[in-house]
């Protein structure tokens, strides 16, 4: 699936993309996310993203990875578990407030309209995220929560 725009576009992600992809997820969560956890949850952060398990189910197939591109250039990616949950949404910081995020979930609820029964997104949306995640039609499921110092809020959108 390609879906292009003025100045970037969104595909699958494949097995190259990983490192780069992780990276993106790393950096920015540092420079707008990280202030609001505790180093325990930096720290469950980091090895999240550089779990192996995490990668061999990517690879397989089972955790779904969805890429902006400007050029060949990643400036975003959005990735999904168990058939409906975001795990990650990132966009570069220079990219931030250009529509890349709502693209990047467009894409993947049209995916999921077009490839499966699945009629619904969730999220455990970072204090960050939670304005943009209210902005394009998701709600809470509940308050703020906490599991291993990271903060989120879990959210619903029906497709």
């Known amino acids: 699936m390609i ?6 576009s969104i595909r699958m992600a494949c097995e190259k993309d990983w490192e780069e992809a992780m990276g993106l997820a790393w950096r920015t969560f540092l420079k707008f996310e990280a202030a609001d956890y505790k180093p325990e949850g930096i720290e469950s952060f980091r090895d999240f993203i550089s779990d192996q398990w995490l990668k061999k189910m990517f690879l397989k197939g089972e955790y779904l990875m969805m890429l902006a591109l400007e050029e060949e250039k990643i400036i975003g990616l959005i990735t999904l ?9 990132f966009v570069e910081g220079e990219y ?4 890349i995020g709502s693209a990047l979930i467009g894409a993947l609820a049209t995916y ?4 499966t ?3 619904f997104l969730t999220v455990n949306a970072a204090p960050y995220a939670i304005e943009f995640y209210h902005k ?5 499921l509940a308050g703020e929560q906490e599991k291993e110092g ?7 959108l029906n497709l």
Do not use: A, C, V
Request: positive net charge; charged residues 30%; without cysteine.
């Open 3 to 8: 879906k292009d725009n003025k100045y970037y």
């Open 150 to 156: 990271i903060f989120y809020t879990p959210m619903k």
């Open 81 to 89: 578990r168990n058939g409906y949950h975001i795990s990650l949404l």
């Open 112 to 115: 999921l309209l077009e490839e």
């Open 136 to 140: 394009i039609g998701f709600w809470d």
């Open 96 to 99: 931030h407030r250009q529509g």
């Open 117 to 119: 029964k699945i009629r």
